[in-house]
């Protein structure tokens, strides 16, 4: 994204313009898209807010901020997981780590510029090669071909590290439907954003991704430490949306989060938007190809449903997504 300053000018009458960016500041997703609606000045709020916290993200580990975001663009690639949630909603601290979903064909590229470009210099000249891993789980969930990471420091004292995720396809976003659970459906470009389940997200309420269990739909032995950590942290993890608080009655496929439901990037229920200003839009850096405008993904959670009437009286469905088309996915 552009390094987006913020405005002199108050954005609230009668207040102080620090005080307008300290209101922003903590506005989550959902917030900051209705306010960016309002007016211009609004909209060059919410991009400055949003430029700031993906920069004090991100600033600490890199060599180069502006370089990265390039490349974020050139390969067309996203942030996504918990680094998105973070940025979205921003009372939700600081990630262990950052998730990165990159296209299948322009994985060994990205991996080669963090590799070279992003490695610290020795008194020789030569490139220090970061220290890099293999993320292997028992196995890759759909979407994912691969994942490496890249890590600079000791992770437990700070350190600064990057999951390098590898699509199956040329979409960067369709491994996000493969996440652990419905908060982890976030992502963040230098061009936009979204989130599939901000309601469930601002009220720390999420959906367990049925890909990701057991056949009895338990979670699986290595990934429980992982939820534990959620539910420290004050998360409420369930199968099926009618455990939720407030739930109410299931509406099957138009629903937000039933098993049957036919979700998609950019849908009714997500908060999404662009982050440059409409003004400033003509300095944007542009990817090699518009399919982050042209294509989605569209998936359904699949597993348990909540009731006989959400899909034909099935009990059960299997969880499925595809890469496809935006305009198809705005008329389902």
Known sequence: MLTLPTPSVALFSGLPSDISVEIVSHMDVDQLVRLKGTCSLADEYVGAVLHTRSRKLLDHGLRSYDGFIARLVQFRAVVGGIAALCILFPYHGRPPFV???VPDDTYDDFMEYLLYEEGDDEDDGLPHIPQLSLRPPPRYPPGVSVMYRFSRGDHEKGGFSINL???????????ITSELHTALFNYVSPRGFCSAYTQFNQARLALLNPL????DYVPPKYLRPALAAWCRNG????????????????????????????????DRHCAFGRIVPMHLRHMELEPADDSEDTLTVLWWRGGVTCGWPCHSGSRELV???????????DGV
Do not use: K
């Open 212 to 215: 990701r269990l057991d056949e």
């Open 235 to 266: 998360w409420d993890l369930n199968l099926v949306p009618l455990s939720l608080p407030n739930a109410g009655p299931c509406r099957g496929v138009a629903s937000i989060g039933c098993a049957a439901a036919t979700r998609y990037f950019g």
């Open 99 to 101: 998730d990165v979903f």
């Open 165 to 175: 995720v590898r699509s199956t396809t040329s979409s960067a976003v369709l491994p």
């Open 319 to 329: 969880p499925g997504a595809r890469v496809c088309l935006r305009i198809v996915a």
